[in-house]
């Protein structure tokens, strides 16, 4: 089964310090990525993927996705945190059984502080 | 700016009754998801459609939840009858038939069963 892990509960960074948001995928093929943040009481947003290409992916917000195939790894990242940037952050990949459903991870929480 | 919509956003209601909510899909969109959030599961996937066909409900209680498509501007999920389990906030999601498989959510519908 297509799966993705998100090793860390909660992540805590200071304002202005580059994060890391860790997730690792278990894929048979190609996998397809995607990272989505939820704010308090509001659903998710789509923040960007990975499909092929460059390992470097770009998305909304100023964050960017570094795509490791021997790793077996997607994690999000930024180079300077906000605070405005706490929220709960999801990993995802394509369900290559269905074709079009999403396997999300557990969430990781942000905490950025001031 | 197109989005998915979800009524009503808030519902509570005593154990036993029926309940409906409702989800319109970005227009042209045509494969749609439920999903329920709780703090113990996290996200689940309930069931979705495309072109408005039931393409897989496993995630759904069967002997109480339902859900259909209408029309392709209309999808909405049905407990009957609710109990206090089914506390959770639903998210409805759409994504285009074309594309990169990327999801956008609703706002959310969020029950207590009392």
């Known amino acids: 089964a297509q799966s993705v892990a998100q090793p860390e509960d909660q992540v805590n960074v200071a304002e202005g310090n580059p994060l890391t948001v860790k997730c690792t995928y278990s894929v048979s093929g190609n996998p397809y990525l995607f990272w989505y943040v939820q704010y308090p009481n509001r659903g998710l947003q789509f923040l960007l993927k990975?499909?092929?290409?460059?390992?470097l992916v770009k998305g909304s917000y100023g964050f960017e996705a570094e795509f490791n195939k021997s790793q077996t790894s997607f994690h999000l990242k930024k180079p300077s945190a906000l605070v405005s940037d706490s929220a709960l952050y999801f990993c995802a990949v394509r369900d290559t059984n269905s074709g079009y459903a999403l396997n999300f991870g557990k969430g990781t929480s942000l905490l950025v502080t001031p | 700016d197109a989005r998915v919509t979800q009524t009503p956003r808030h519902k509570v209601t005593e154990m036993g009754q029926e309940v409906t909510m409702r989800c319109q899909p970005i227009?042209?969109?045509?494969?749609v998801f439920w999903y329920r959030q709780t703090m113990m599961q996290g996200l689940e996937l309930l069931a979705y459609f495309r072109n408005r066909a039931p393409l897989d409900d496993s995630g759904m209680p069967k002997d109480r939840f339902s859900a259909e498509m209408p029309d392709a501007t209309l999808a909405t999920l049905k407990i009957q009858p609710s109990e206090p389990r089914d506390s959770a906030v639903y998210f409805c999601?759409?994504?285009?038939?074309?594309?990169?498989?990327?999801?956008?959510f609703g706002p959310g519908t969020r029950l207590t069963v009392t």
């Open positions: 999601a759409s994504r285009p038939g074309t594309g990169g498989y990327e999801q956008y």
């Open positions: 990975y499909i092929t290409g460059d390992n």
């Open positions: 227009l042209g969109h045509n494969t």
